[in-house]
């Protein structure tokens, strides 16, 4: 139901931007505006679409948690997105997305409210190897020959 009013209500809000500031500050401003701010959207695409996966290897290493730089990277593709939509509503939710510790408040308040309803994010450390079964009995059953590794 929420979503369904937030769609509604956006076209609605940026209609009444657009009178309201457009008749402030004129129709070539305006328009300039309009263009300016899609710009600056799609070099924010751009930039994360060139150089978001070598960035985003370092960020994680730096930061040790592997969710933060994707939720991070996640919501500059939203404000560049936002900022290709013409309006000046999504104009400033997309400039409010591109400063960092504003991004870094809205992950955190979406992490706890995920964390509220019960969806919890865990991090979790995967090592990809080999055993073999050492119990007494078990090496007469071994197919395998050992590795280089083991071999004392």
């Known amino acids: ?6 769609i509604l209500a956006v076209p609605l809000i940026e209609i009444g931007l657009f009178v309201t500031l457009g008749g402030a500050i004129g129709l ?20 994360i679409a060139t150089t978001g996966s070598v960035s985003l290897g370092r ?7 592997p ?8 919501m500059v593709v939203m404000a560049g997105a936002l900022l290709l939509i013409p309006g000046f509503f999504t104009d400033a939710l997309g400039f409010v997305l591109l400063i960092p510790p504003l991004r870094t408040l809205v992950i955190r308040v ?8 019960g969806v919890v994010v ?7 190897g080999e055993w073999q079964d050492v ?5 007469e059953q071994r197919q395998v020959p050992p590795s280089d590794w083991t071999k004392h």
């Open 122 to 128: 865990t991090q979790t450390t995967v090592i990809d």
């Open 59 to 65: 960020d994680m290493k730096d930061m040790g948690d």
């Open 1 to 6: 139901m929420w979503v369904l009013l937030g």
């Open 67 to 74: 969710l933060s730089p994707i939720a991070h990277r996640v």
């Open 110 to 117: 979406v992490g706890r409210r995920l964390a509220d309803r």
């Open 135 to 139: 119990t007494p009995g078990a090496s």
């Open 28 to 47: 070539w401003p305006t328009l300039a505006w309009v263009l300016l701010s899609a710009a600056l959207g799609l070099l924010v695409l751009k930039g």
